[in-house]
């Protein structure tokens, strides 16, 4: 992915993003392919992460921030009769983990979570210093040269 900016956010958000679809994409238990996808919006005042999560228990659900990384994790559990013969699964079960590494442009004190018809949704403050803002253009004054 290709990307130029001056945003520092983007930038780190940007080289990070490559190092994550690695880990969706890797292999879990019993060979399942990623199982939590990601979607990464950057807006005005915070950062939404959205995680596919379909058939996930909200209760299962977990939300950790520990030096500067925001963890997701979740399980999905299917117990069967005794009489029962599984004869297909192509839905992945067990323990999942997602782990993003967030920039310190972001106040990971104020991070809030919701889930809905199977996504998370986590949002995350952007820091005042680091939000975009105007600069003030003064007219009418002459500017004078320094000598060196």
């Given at each position: 992915?290709?990307?130029?900016?001056?945003?520092?956010?983007?930038?780190?958000?940007?080289?990070?993003?490559?190092?994550?679809?690695?880990?969706?994409?890797?292999?879990?238990?019993?060979?399942?392919?990623g199982?939590?996808?990601?979607?990464?919006?950057?807006?005005?005042?915070?950062?939404?992460?959205?995680?596919?999560?379909?058939?996930?228990?909200?209760?299962?659900?977990?939300?950790?921030?520990?030096?500067?990384?925001?963890?997701?994790?979740?399980s999905?559990?299917?117990?069967?009769?005794?009489?029962?013969?599984?004869?297909?699964?192509?839905?992945?079960?067990?323990?999942?983990?997602?782990?993003?590494?967030?920039?310190?442009?972001?106040?990971?004190?104020?991070?809030?979570?919701?889930?809905?018809?199977?996504?998370?949704?986590?949002?995350i403050?952007?820091?005042?210093?680091a939000?975009?803002?105007?600069?003030?253009?003064?007219?009418?004054?002459?500017?004078?040269?320094?000598?060196?």
């Amino acid at each position: 992915m290709l990307l130029t900016s001056i945003d520092p956010f983007i930038q780190e958000f940007d080289r990070q993003f490559d190092r994550f679809a690695r880990q969706a994409l890797g292999t879990g238990e019993n060979g399942a392919r990623g199982v939590m996808p990601l979607d990464g919006v950057r807006r005005k005042d915070d950062v939404l992460l959205k995680f596919d999560l379909p058939g996930i228990d909200p209760d299962s659900i977990e939300v950790t921030v520990d030096r500067g990384v925001l963890s997701v994790s979740a399980s999905r559990a299917e117990e069967y009769g005794e009489d029962d013969r599984l004869f297909v699964r192509e839905r992945p079960m067990g323990s999942f983990t997602r782990r993003v590494y967030l920039s310190e442009h972001l106040d990971s004190d104020k991070i809030d979570a919701a889930y809905s018809n199977g996504v998370l949704a986590v949002r995350i403050p952007v820091i005042e210093k680091a939000r975009p803002r105007k600069v003030e253009i003064h007219k009418g004054q002459e500017v004078k040269s320094i000598k060196a």
